[in-house]
């Protein structure tokens, strides 16, 4: 194939940024200088690429204008919600356009009755969060990047989160999907009911599919009753079995009490306790850490409730040590702990971040072999592990001080070649992306891979949307 003259290439981009000036407007189109940096990159380790023009819509109809003039091109587009991503499935590519929903944002509509909520799609969770509290419900969809993730980015990616034990990925939490397809075409399928089986649900093609079947530009979220009260305890216990126990004993003792289960390894705990402004209340020394909150509908009752079932674990033998919430800001404290992993950039220095699934009881196992091996192939290497233990998600912070570049592919071969052993998965909240594509063959079959690129040509034959992420 004959590649294009530059000259060509640039009569080809100028004609391109025109025909959409003229269709969304010149505020919508941003080129040269007025084009942000900050959507050159999402938060993976991958860098910047300039897009030949960010494009930000305010409405639905914009966006698929905005589709079918690309695709008349023949010009990529990479969907855009908050860039907090950590595979690249939003960095840009070089060639393309880069579509930011940042400026679709706002609730539409709450209807108390159906217990459901119509959003825009670039609104970031914590508005969301936050006007459903204002209502008297709940969105439990919770992450640390609250404030800057995008509610349409969570459904493109289906984001986990701390909650997951109790309330399900964000799917669980979608009733119905607005989405712009690769022609342009619009699916309006913005459904308030939980019971609807009028032929296949569509919504569940787009969401986790990261942007490469259609653009999400509303959702219908399903909102759920408000606790009355939330408790939380940090455990230290003396070895992994007893973390199973007390994964165990939570499930038995608290029921849909149980709201998270979070398992942080001592290397964590000992990093975090060093960062300035973070109190870790129980010490160093512990074979693990847990943080187990509980969300009930009466205080009187559920609180003490708690607090009893925690004394009888101590009593049982599974606990070394224990702390228990008093108040909303004890709470807060502790998950404080948990999320004190935001700030790893600052004191680790440069390194690898992983988001991997394991079944329960195969993870310490995992760990010490994923650190004797990275040890053996990376001396100096070092290893953080925290994650949603109760619903199977491993978090992994690894590299070796000092380099630059990390050594990412040794990490990577490392860290998913034992996933594969132990019959995890890749990927448990945070997709594929660009980082993870080369690794999706040690945990989905040909046959799975080979169905997934048939969904691609079928939606987008021309390689419109987001093309090279996932498959």
């Given at each position: 194939?004959?590649?294009?003259?530059?000259?060509?290439?640039?009569?080809?981009?100028?004609?391109?940024?025109?025909?959409?000036?003229?269709?969304?407007?010149?505020?919508?189109?941003?080129?040269?200088?007025?084009?942000?940096?900050?959507?050159?990159?999402?938060?993976?380790?991958?860098?910047?690429?300039?897009?030949?023009?960010?494009?930000?819509?305010?409405?639905?109809?914009?966006?698929?204008?905005?589709?079918?003039?690309?695709?008349?091109?023949?010009?990529?587009?990479?969907?855009?919600?908050?860039?907090?991503?950590?595979?690249?499935?939003?960095?840009?590519?070089?060639?393309?356009?880069?579509?930011?929903?940042?400026?679709?944002?706002?609730?539409?509509?709450?209807?108390?009755?159906?217990?459901?909520?119509?959003?825009?799609?670039?609104?970031?969770?914590?508005?969301?969060?936050?006007?459903?509290?204002?209502?008297?419900?709940?969105?439990?969809?919770?992450?640390?990047?609250?404030?800057?993730?995008?509610?349409?980015?969570?459904?493109?990616?289906?984001?986990?989160?701390?909650?997951?034990?109790?309330?399900?990925?964000?799917?669980?939490?979608?009733?119905?999907?607005?989405?712009?397809?690769?022609?342009?075409?619009?699916?309006?399928?913005?459904?308030?009911?939980?019971?609807?089986?009028?032929?296949?649900?569509?919504?569940?093609?787009?969401?986790?599919?990261?942007?490469?079947?259609?653009?999400?530009?509303?959702?219908?979220?399903?909102?759920?009753?408000?606790?009355?009260?939330?408790?939380?305890?940090?455990?230290?216990?003396?070895?992994?079995?007893?973390?199973?126990?007390?994964?165990?004993?939570?499930?038995?003792?608290?029921?849909?009490?149980?709201?998270?289960?979070?398992?942080?390894?001592?290397?964590?705990?000992?990093?975090?306790?060093?960062?300035?402004?973070?109190?870790?209340?129980?010490?160093?020394?512990?074979?693990?850490?847990?943080?187990?909150?509980?969300?009930?509908?009466?205080?009187?009752?559920?609180?003490?409730?708690?607090?009893?079932?925690?004394?009888?674990?101590?009593?049982?033998?599974?606990?070394?040590?224990?702390?228990?919430?008093?108040?909303?800001?004890?709470?807060?404290a502790f998950w404080g702990v948990r999320d004190a992993c935001s700030e790893f950039p600052q004191v680790l220095g440069p390194h690898e971040s992983f988001d991997i699934g394991l079944p329960v009881a195969a993870m310490d196992d995992y760990v010490r072999a994923c650190k004797a091996a990275l040890a053996e192939r990376l001396p100096?290497?070092?290893?953080?592990?925290?994650?949603?233990?109760?619903?199977?998600?491993?978090?992994?912070?690894?590299?070796?001080?000092?380099?630059?570049?990390?050594?990412?592919?040794?990490?990577?071969?490392?860290?998913?070649?034992?996933?594969?052993?132990?019959?995890?998965?890749?990927?448990?909240?945070?997709?594929?992306?660009?980082?993870?594509?080369?690794?999706?063959?040690?945990?989905?079959?040909?046959?799975?891979?080979?169905?997934?690129?048939?969904?691609?040509?079928?939606?987008?034959?021309?390689?419109?949307?987001?093309?090279?992420?996932?498959?």
């Amino acid at each position: 194939m004959t590649a294009m003259p530059d000259a060509s290439r640039s009569e080809a981009a100028t004609a391109l940024v025109a025909a959409l000036v003229a269709a969304l407007g010149d505020k919508a189109v941003l080129t040269g200088a007025e084009r942000p940096a900050r959507n050159d990159a999402d938060w993976s380790t991958l860098g910047p690429q300039a897009p030949l023009a960010v494009l930000r819509p305010t409405t639905t109809e914009a966006v698929a204008a905005a589709m079918r003039i690309c695709a008349a091109h023949g010009v990529p587009v990479v969907p855009q919600g908050g860039l907090t991503g950590l595979c690249g499935g939003a960095r840009p590519l070089a060639g393309s356009v880069a579509l930011s929903l940042e400026r679709m944002t706002g609730i539409e509509a709450i209807d108390p009755a159906s217990a459901s909520m119509t959003v825009r799609a670039g609104t970031p969770l914590q508005v969301v969060q936050e006007a459903a509290d204002a209502a008297g419900f709940l969105i439990p969809l919770d992450l640390g990047a609250r404030g800057s993730c995008a509610i349409g980015g969570n459904a493109s990616t289906n984001a986990g989160g701390n909650r997951v034990i109790r309330y399900g990925m964000t799917r669980e939490m979608i009733l119905g999907l607005e989405v712009v397809l690769a022609d342009g075409s619009v699916i309006t399928g913005l459904n308030r009911m939980i019971k609807n089986n009028a032929g296949y649900d569509l919504k569940h093609l787009f969401i986790g599919s990261e942007g490469t079947l259609g653009i999400i530009t509303r959702l219908v979220l399903r909102l759920f009753p408000k606790p009355a009260c939330t408790v939380a305890a940090l455990c230290a216990l003396p070895d992994y079995a007893s973390v199973v126990g007390l994964l165990a004993a939570s499930r038995r003792g608290l029921g849909p009490m149980l709201s998270a289960f979070e398992v942080m390894w001592p290397d964590y705990w000992e990093t975090v306790g060093a960062m300035p402004g973070v109190r870790v209340p129980l010490p160093q020394g512990h074979a693990a850490y847990c943080l187990i909150e509980a969300q009930g509908t009466d205080e009187t009752f559920d609180a003490p409730r708690f607090e009893a079932w925690l004394e009888a674990q101590a009593e049982a033998g599974l606990l070394a040590d224990a702390v228990l919430s008093r108040s909303v800001a004890d709470v807060k404290a502790f998950w404080g702990v948990r999320d004190a992993c935001s700030e790893f950039p600052q004191v680790l220095g440069p390194h690898e971040s992983f988001d991997i699934g394991l079944p329960v009881a195969a993870m310490d196992d995992y760990v010490r072999a994923c650190k004797a091996a990275l040890a053996e192939r990376l001396p100096g290497a070092f290893a953080l592990f925290y994650g949603h233990i109760g619903d199977g998600n491993l978090h992994i912070v690894a590299g070796l001080k000092g380099a630059r570049p990390q050594p990412k592919d040794v990490i990577q071969e490392v860290i998913y070649g034992l996933v594969r052993e132990f019959g995890g998965t890749i990927s448990a909240e945070h997709g594929i992306g660009l980082t993870k594509k080369p690794w999706l063959g040690h945990v989905r079959s040909e046959a799975e891979i080979a169905l997934m690129r048939r969904l691609k040509a079928a939606l987008d034959p021309d390689g419109m949307l987001n093309p090279g992420k996932v498959v």
